[in-house]
């Protein structure tokens, strides 16, 4: 545990949070409802009420977020995403390039509150205060790969505000959302001794494909570099490849699938990319109502495994009392069952690989030029 110093009469919600363990564990098991809360005793509790958006500034940070073309996702966006739609608001999301920059958003008031990776004496410098975007979770974070040391700043330790997110984290943490969200987001899902040859095929394959991975994207509104990441679970981008079970082609499509999106050639690398897009497509518009930073996930289960075992699954959350639009309980059913049933082991390797290679690209300078 960290123990922090006050700044003038305030005290550290970090050196709160820390020091006062059970009164944490009291804050998110009786989490203040939204409503419950007069807004005119604060300041950027107020403003959130007033404006119903939640304005967040990140450090760009693997752990935190990354962008990709028409979506963003991430550790610290999933969570921060989960906070905003507990208070039913929207979330304007915004990165910048350090901590410094992000804190000094919420000095300034032009922020909520930010997501940061500095450390706490950084923060009680600038007069604000912190705690862990983890509720103590270190070891999930640790063992996933990500930062430790991501933590939500904010201006007042006595605003509202405040005080709803310190409990909505520590509740996160209680029902297992935290250990969850940091699974998902495992950043040891591929071997690190495996990441030079994906790198080098990557290199290699991309180049040759952009044109048809582009158009396809666009024509679907996707991203290619996604596009991409599947194209290479799938097949390694190889428009040669053939499973055991004949699927085939760049995007492994079966045959039925195949005469349904129009492709008249499996092996025919433009035919097999358009084909894939258009499917994925028809999936991302059959989960149209799951929330755009989850429904990518959706569709490429329902890619993987076809939307009927996908739905079947989200019937059975249903059946559980679960949401069966929210992604981690999706993925967590997956994940616990995945010894059980191979088709949920390979849907979970599925996404999360695709994820990571997804990751790779959007963070390696050399392939971003391509």
């Not at 009469?9 to 989490?31: D, G, P, Q, Y």
């Not at 410098?125 to 862990?132: E, G, I, Y």
């Not at 616990?336 to 049933?341: E, G, L, W």
């Amino acid at each position: 545990m960290h123990s922090s110093s006050t700044s003038g009469s305030r005290l550290s919600l970090h050196s709160f949070l820390n020091s006062h363990t059970t009164k944490a564990m009291v804050l998110a098991t009786a989490f203040i409802p939204f409503h419950s809360i007069n807004a005119s005793k604060t300041n950027q509790y107020h403003s959130v009420v007033n404006s119903n958006t939640l304005n967040v500034v990140a450090v760009s940070d693997p752990s935190v977020v990354f962008k990709d073309g028409g979506f963003q996702h991430g550790f610290g966006y999933d969570l921060v995403s989960s906070y905003a739609e507990n208070l039913n608001v929207k979330l304007n999301f915004k990165t910048v390039s350090s901590n410094e920059a992000a804190m000094k958003l919420v000095a300034q008031g032009k922020a909520n509150f930010a997501i940061t990776t500095a450390d706490m004496n950084q923060i009680e410098t600038q007069k604000l205060v912190a705690f862990s975007a983890s509720c103590g979770e270190m070891n999930s974070l640790k063992k996933s790969g990500l930062n430790t040391n991501i933590n939500w700043v904010f201006k007042r330790a006595d605003d509202p505000l405040t005080e709803t997110a310190s409990g909505f984290v520590c509740q996160s943490k209680q029902n297992g959302q935290i250990k969850q969200l940091a699974s998902f987001y495992n950043r040891n899902v591929v071997k690190q001794q495996d990441w030079n040859t994906i790198h080098r095929d990557l290199s290699k394959r991309m180049p040759i494909y952009k044109a048809s991975l582009k158009k396809s994207a666009q024509k679907f509104d996707l991203d290619w570099h996604f596009l991409a990441a599947i194209g290479y679970q799938e097949s390694y981008l190889k428009p040669d490849s053939v499973s055991p079970t004949g699927v085939r082609g760049i995007m492994m499509l079966t045959s039925s699938t195949a005469n349904a999106m129009g492709v008249t050639n499996r092996s025919d690398p433009a035919q097999s990319i358009q084909g894939g897009a258009k499917y994925f497509d028809l999936m991302m518009t059959r989960y149209a109502h799951i929330p755009i930073q989850d429904r990518y996930w959706y569709a490429l289960v329902a890619y993987n495994m076809g939307p009927g075992a996908t739905d079947a699954v989200m019937q059975r959350l249903k059946a559980q009392g679960k949401n069966p639009n929210d992604w981690i309980q999706m993925y967590d059913y997956l994940n616990r069952h995945q010894s059980s049933n191979s088709r949920y082991r390979q849907a979970v390797q599925y996404v999360t690989r695709i994820r990571a290679y997804l990751e790779h690209i959007k963070s390696s300078p050399k392939l971003l030029q391509i």
